[in-house]
């Protein structure tokens, strides 16, 4: 039986390979259809097969068998196509077609790179291969496994399992600023030295768990700072010592896919990190929320839905308990009289970066039957490679025994992309408020405007002045040019005004008009200098002025 399936299978194969012959040959005799279109642009590699051609089998031994129309690499365009069909097609205008196309390759290829003359190979080879390690400023303290830092390191502990290696390492760093000024701001004239010291202590346990506390030991609150005024009509020609040891946050962060990976020993499939204590909220670039407060908050991260066709997006939810910093409805020096609740996402959707929050603000103790909610949206692209934008809105509305807690602002921020888009920065930003709109939580006491310019924003040391940042029945904005040289110097002129539409009482009360010019520039990777001067005009006021110098060192 094997000898007689073989023979059969012989027989078979040897059938097949005849007429598959036949099929050839009789295809070569036959040449193109008469129909078919042979002018230069069928010379080529066949590259796909037409659906629409029928199979063979089923096409066997019949005369209308139908192939698929060749398609070719570097095709000619549609209009070529259509200059050739009106072209006469005789034996000679194909044979010249056919000869022509033989030199006519290079449309298959892009073309070779061009040199020119200030051409440097070495150079090019030096954008990789001669690098140097740049050394940042270590910190002052570091005990343990080092931050940036490369191995080989020794083996970790395994304590909290062999999935979560315990990489244990203290650090202390920070920045010490000091300034001198000349100040006369809302009617205080003051020339002064202050300093302040930031001091981040880090201990870590993990590559995902640590203990984090942050101190400002020369001031006191938002506004005192260490200083010697020793001039101005206002100044107190003495040392004034500002203190506070008081850790300004302190709080655990880590992430509980980690944990539980190396209490399990089997791998996570999900992350969510989360942090309790007193932890800083910074949501919107710090314009909705900037303050330490003490609760708690986690994070469901980079996630996606193929229903809302969404690639990327986060969605954080926040509760405070305590440290609820709102000076403009809870009151100054109140943030132990609320609560608060919230969630935020981010989302990268419409060919841009969606931010989206929403909060509430419970009053306890003496702010009993204060509740005021908070909305935030905020959508940022960049258009046709001309302009990026952010437009941002920000809403409050709700009940506050005190006050007026409704309020709403919206926020235009603008550059242009110019011919040097990394370093040569056209910007205005505008804004209109109406009501008594409010950030979320400030710790500063800051208003909602005071990312919109230099003109708006104080320098949290020596009392510099600023427009006014509450958006409270009002339109403006800042208009300027920044220039970062090299990428080593920053150098800001701006324009500002702010311009009340109704007195009610709340911010600005008359047209305010502002230029600024700041300049920085690193001395060396751990020392920066720092200069900022302004002009401030206050209709039916005195006057607002300031001029200052700083040193900042990072370690």
């Not at 590259?47 to 063979?56: D, F």
């Not at 400023?137 to 979560?164: A, C």
């Not at 768990?209 to 020609?237: I, M, S, V, W, Y």
Request: aromatic fraction near 12%; charged fraction near 20%; glycine fraction near 10%.
């Amino acid at each position: 039986m094997i000898c007689n399936a073989y023979r059969s299978t012989t027989k078979n194969i040897t059938a097949i390979a005849s007429v598959a012959s036949g099929w050839l040959v009789a295809f070569a005799l036959a040449g193109p259809a008469a129909s078919e279109d042979i002018s230069a642009d069928s010379a080529g590699w066949l590259t796909e097969v037409s659906p629409a051609a029928p199979l063979l089998g089923s096409a066997w031994g019949k005369a209308d068998v139908q192939f698929a129309r060749p398609q070719y690499v570097g095709a000619n365009s549609e209009d070529d196509k259509a200059d050739e069909a009106n072209a006469p097609v005789d034996g000679k205008a194909v044979a010249d077609n056919k000869h022509a196309h033989k030199d006519d390759t290079k449309h298959l290829f892009q073309p070779d790179p061009q040199y020119g003359k200030d051409y440097n190979a070495q150079e090019q080879k030096d954008i990789y291969g001669a690098k140097t390690e740049v050394e940042p400023p270590r910190p002052l303290l570091e005990i343990g496994r080092q931050q940036y830092t490369s191995g080989i390191y020794d083996q970790s502990s395994t304590f909290l399992g062999e999935k979560n290696p315990l990489l244990p390492g203290l650090s202390v760093y920070g920045d010490w600023r000091t300034a001198v000024a000349y100040n006369n701001n809302n009617g205080k004239d003051i020339a002064q030295i202050a300093t302040r010291l930031n001091l981040d202590v880090d201990f870590k346990f993990t590559g995902t768990e640590r203990l984090h506390a942050f101190f400002t030991p020369l001031q006191d609150g938002a506004t005192k700072f260490t200083r010697f005024e020793f001039g101005g009509g206002d100044g107190n020609n003495r040392f004034n010592d500002e203190l506070n040891f008081d850790p300004q946050t302190l709080f655990f962060e880590g992430d509980l896919g980690s944990i539980y990976s190396g209490f399990s020993g089997q791998d996570s499939s999900f992350d969510l990190p989360f942090t309790v204590g007193l932890f800083p909220l910074f949501l919107q670039n710090g314009i909705w929320a900037n303050d330490a407060i003490l609760g708690g908050a986690f994070t469901l991260p980079a996630k996606n839905s193929a229903a809302l066709g969404l690639a990327n997006f986060d969605i954080t939810f926040f509760a405070a308990f305590d440290n609820v910093d709102n000076a403009g409805i809870v009151g100054p020096g109140k943030n132990d009289d609320a609560n608060l609740f919230g969630a935020t996402a981010f989302v990268d959707a419409f060919n841009g970066y969606i931010e989206a929050g929403y909060a509430v603000i419970d009053g306890r103790n003496d702010e009993e039957g204060l509740l005021t909610h908070f909305l935030t949206a905020a959508y940022t692209r960049r258009y046709y490679n001309t302009v990026s934008n952010s437009t941002r809105v920000f809403a409050n509305f709700g009940d506050n025994p005190n006050g007026d807690s409704d309020g709403v602002a919206i926020i235009s921020e603008n550059s242009l992309i110019t011919g040097l888009p990394s370093t040569l920065l056209p910007y205005a930003n505008f804004f209109v408020g109406a009501g008594n709109p409010q950030p979320l939580v400030d710790g500063n006491g800051a208003g909602i405007l005071k990312n919109v310019g230099i003109n708006f924003e104080t320098d949290a040391l020596t009392g510099y002045p600023k427009l006014d940042d509450t958006a409270s029945d009002a339109w403006g904005g800042a208009i300027g040019l920044q220039y970062l040289f090299d990428l080593d110097q920053q150098l800001v002129f701006e324009v500002a005004m702010v311009q009340p539409f109704d007195k009610d009482g709340i911010g600005a009360q008359d047209s305010q008009y502002a230029l600024g010019i700041r300049y920085q520039v690193p001395l060396d990777r751990a020392w920066l200098f720092r200069a900022d001067a302004t002009y401030q005009i206050l209709e039916s006021e005195e006057d607002n002025f300031g001029l200052r110098a700083e040193f900042r060192r990072k370690f």
